[in-house]
């Protein structure tokens, strides 16, 4: 065996040493060491923005200062959408009131006529008569007192009050929307001046009866104002900006027109409506009062009480119709709206302050004036001739 396996081994390596060698030799490849890196885990930073840092510090300053200025220019709005719904449903109950009460009172008024007439008619039974008098004269006494405080709130006039602050209030809240679309950098001039606008506009039309008020019956007949005073600042736009010195001299002009016509004849107007109803409001608390004082008369030797009292009770009820259902108090309201409009065109258009686009407040005027350009611009220049006239002809004289 052990013979068997060193012969194998002596065969095997003369195999190998008697096998042909290549004659190609082929070279080894060179060894290369690549090193790869190896990646940190635990030093890994986070990415840091450098561009924001080198923003300026005035941009950044600028930019949270639109964010706030406009967060509280919204915080105003949501305060004049309140104040929107509060004046309209305000204004609904002071229209009842009026309704209400003109109703109450006239039939009151004329129940208490009629048993007044009653009264003076059946003279032969004490005892009734003594009842029907008492009770007409209780009923003319709280007519009394009714219609004293109608003519003292004038709830007409009333209501109309409160129409009127919806609708500015409703313009208000629209220039604001506008104005927070429009714009992107907001200053704090702008927050103050719509605070201002809404605090004469609390001012103008108070929501309270009592201590806040308006005067029914002023001495003289004032136009209503609802916007702040006019300071002049620093325009935002240039002069430049649709204006020029023809449309400048034609909104002077309109404005003297406007000034000179419109708003003189709404005052006449109002002092008319004034003193129309002042008369009213004395004449029907003091026929009812009257008619009262008659109906405690009633049944002595003369009928003469019994006539007084119906008759005073039954014009008493014609007066408080014309009065509260004519709604004299809010005919006297809407002239004096009117004349403070008035009042307020022709501020803006004598105002230097051109912020508006020149041409889109010409026709925003023609507008409102109930005229198309051409009739506006036709007023101007007719105003103008007619100055010029009047000088030359007081040159003239003197």
Request: proline share 4%; net charge neutral; charged share 25%.
């Amino acid at each position: 065996m052990a013979s068997l396996q060193v012969s194998r081994l002596v065969l095997s390596s003369s195999s190998s040493s008697t096998r042909p060698k290549a004659a190609v030799s082929i070279p080894k490849l060179p060894k290369f060491h690549v090193s790869v890196p190896k990646i940190p885990t635990l030093s890994v930073k986070e990415p840091s923005f450098e561009f924001v840092e080198s923003l300026p510090l005035s941009m950044k300053q600028r930019r949270g200062s639109d964010s706030i200025q406009r967060a509280r220019l919204n915080a105003v709005l949501e305060e004049v959408m309140d104040r929107i719904e509060m004046h309209k449903n305000i204004g609904d109950q002071r229209n009842n009131w009026n309704s209400l009460l003109l109703n109450s009172v006239n039939m009151i008024t004329l129940t208490a006529a009629l048993m007044a007439g009653i009264a003076s008619v059946n003279g032969h039974g004490v005892d009734s008569v003594t009842a029907v008098k008492i009770a007409s004269t209780v009923l003319l006494t709280s007519a009394t007192g009714f219609a004293a405080l109608m003519s003292k709130i004038q709830p007409s006039q009333l209501a109309e009050e409160q129409r009127n602050a919806t609708r500015l209030f409703k313009k208000l809240r629209v220039e604001i929307e506008m104005f927070l679309r429009e714009n992107e950098e907001i200053e704090e001039e702008d927050v103050k001046e719509v605070i201002k606008r809404v605090l004469s506009l609390d001012k103008a039309y108070p929501l309270p009866l009592i201590g806040t008020m308006l005067e029914k019956f002023p001495e003289e007949f004032k136009p209503a104002t609802w916007w702040p005073e006019n300071k002049e600042r620093n325009p935002k736009t240039s002069l430049a900006n649709g204006w020029s010195q023809e449309l400048e001299a034609e909104m002077r002009e309109v404005a003297h027109v406007v000034k000179s016509r419109d708003a003189e004849e709404y005052e006449k107007l109002g002092h008319v409506a004034l003193k129309l109803n002042r008369f009213l409001a004395i004449s029907g608390p003091v026929l009812t009062g009257v008619s009262a004082v008659s109906s405690v008369f009633i049944g002595q030797d003369s009928g003469l009480a019994g006539i007084v009292a119906m008759t005073c009770a039954s014009l008493a009820a014609v007066v408080n119709t014309l009065e509260h259902g004519g709604q004299v108090g809010m005919v006297f309201e809407m002239y004096r709206n009117s004349a403070g409009f008035f009042s307020l065109l022709e501020e803006t258009m004598k105002s230097t302050e051109k912020r508006e686009n020149g041409q889109v407040f010409e026709t925003r005027v023609a507008v409102k004036l109930g005229r198309s350009l051409s009739e506006l611009r036709d007023l101007a220049q007719r105003s103008n001739l007619s100055q010029v006239k009047a000088k030359e002809f007081a040159s003239k004289l003197f």
